[in-house]
């Protein structure tokens, strides 16, 4: 049966970069009051801004109008002060940096601010869930939430299971994804989940496809857009990520596993070496105005 999510009112979203604010208007999109935090005022705030000039996109775009765009803005608080604002929150969905020793940190300090009652979720890529809930006084109450980027067009959520989450959180959480107009799958923890499992190996394999001369990265862009029917190719999904975010996922599921399927390609290491991590600064696999 289906467990009921009407009660969740009020979020927060921790982290307010690219993942943290695009889930904040899926949420406020969706009616929900967000508070949406960060370790300065000047970046949270930077995180309603993003919101609100994707916001202005869809105006333009006839998809909803000034007013409605101005109502989903007012529901969505920026701060840092998570003592007074996080208090009576009914879920907490975690976007900081993808490092396990900050998550839980931020984990052990938000399991005492809120309510008993709360649903704590993390939407790392890949790293444990079992881990982060170990800190807190409510594993059972304890999930990954992974959204994709971005978070207010890409349809997906997987639901991480943890060793102790429990049977009625994820019931919860399904119901809540649907009421985001979300499509919900669920995974037993594992590294990377269901989508990284997959993507990463594809991405890795493009690049020894490169590096071996195969062909170029628009030719082989051109050949799984229209081959595969993606709507990128993997140099252009690359660049859009982060390189160097791949190449933490890709390493951590090289680790993880041990084996030599996961080894991440020497030309990505090569170019997060050189800071060629994307469109986040201007050259990529693609160069970026
Ligand atoms: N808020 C709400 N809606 C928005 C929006 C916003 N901020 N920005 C765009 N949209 C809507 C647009 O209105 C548009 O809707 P319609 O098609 O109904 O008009 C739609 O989203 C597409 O937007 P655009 O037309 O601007 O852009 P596009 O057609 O060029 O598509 C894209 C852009 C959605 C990014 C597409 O290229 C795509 O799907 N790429 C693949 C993305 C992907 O694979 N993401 C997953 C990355 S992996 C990951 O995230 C996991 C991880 O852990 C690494």
């Not at 970069?17 to 009616?31: L, P, T």
């Not at 594992?190 to 493009?206: D, K, S, Y």
Request: hydrophobic share 40%; net charge neutral; proline share 4%.
């Amino acid at each position: 049966m289906t467990a009921d999510s009407s009660w969740i009112k009020k979020v927060v979203v921790v982290g307010a970069g690219q993942m943290g604010s695009g889930i904040a208007q899926v949420f406020a999109q969706a009616g929900y009051e967000v508070i949406l935090s960060d370790i300065t005022e000047e970046l949270a705030n930077k995180g309603k801004e993003r919101i609100s000039k994707g916001l202005d996109r869809i105006v333009k775009k006839g998809k909803i109008t000034e007013e409605q765009k101005n109502e989903i803005l007012s529901r969505i608080h920026p701060t840092v002060d998570l003592e007074n604002n996080a208090k009576d929150a009914d879920l907490l969905i975690e976007a900081i940096i993808e490092k396990m020793e900050a998550k839980k940190d931020l984990f052990k300090k938000v399991d005492k601010i809120l309510p008993e009652r709360a649903i704590l979720a993390s939407n790392t890529s890949s790293l444990s869930i079992t881990e982060m809930a170990s800190v807190t006084s409510r594993p059972e109450k304890f999930l990954g939430a992974h959204f994709f980027n971005p978070p207010p067009v890409m349809k997906l959520i997987e639901f991480i299971k943890g060793y102790q989450t429990s049977q009625e959180t994820l019931d919860i959480m399904l119901d809540l994804g649907k009421r985001l107009g979300k499509t919900p799958v669920v995974a037993v923890e594992a590294p990377g989940f269901i989508v990284n499992r997959l993507l990463m190996p594809f991405l890795n394999e493009a690049y020894f496809a490169l590096q071996e001369g195969i062909a170029s990265v628009e030719e082989i862009d051109t050949a799984v857009k229209l081959g595969l029917n993606h709507p990128m190719g993997p140099f252009e999904l690359s660049d859009f990520i982060g390189l160097d975010t791949i190449l933490y996922i890709a390493e951590y599921l090289f680790n993880e596993f041990g084996e030599d399927k996961y080894r991440p390609c020497p030309l990505l290491r090569k170019m997060v070496r050189a800071g060629k991590l994307g469109r986040k600064t201007g050259e990529g696999f693609y160069k970026y105005n």
